[in-house]
């Protein structure tokens, strides 16, 4: 099924009124909307949503240690958006535990 979404960029500052080409859940293609105070033209960083949103090298996790030296090989594995955001959770219930937020007096 293909379906043309109307929406805007947020790939720069600009907003540009888009027509988003979607098949399948798939982003497929990004076009000016004429109709849209912004959508004259797209640049090209809009015109490259599919690729950027879509490509398969997105998400990656360094698996070696960081170090503060240049590694020439960093070992970069991919991982799943569930995966990236367990990650992310965990780090940050980690932080809290170890000292939490700074709390403001409720208002």
Not at 5 to 21: A, E, P
């Amino acid at each position: 099924m293909i379906e043309e979404k109307v929406g805007f960029c947020t790939l720069c500052k600009s907003r540009c009124g888009t027509i988003n080409v979607v098949e399948n859940g798939w982003l497929k293609k990004v076009v000016p909307n004429p109709d849209h105070p912004t959508g004259k033209a797209v640049c090209l960083k809009g015109r490259s949503a599919p690729e950027i949103v879509h490509n398969s090298r997105r998400l990656r996790r360094r698996s070696g240690a960081r170090r503060r030296r240049v590694i020439p090989d960093p070992q970069w594995v991919q991982v799943s958006w569930d995966e990236a955001l367990d990650e992310i959770a965990d780090r940050l219930k980690g932080h809290v535990a170890r000292g939490g937020p700074s709390q403001s007096p409720s208002r």
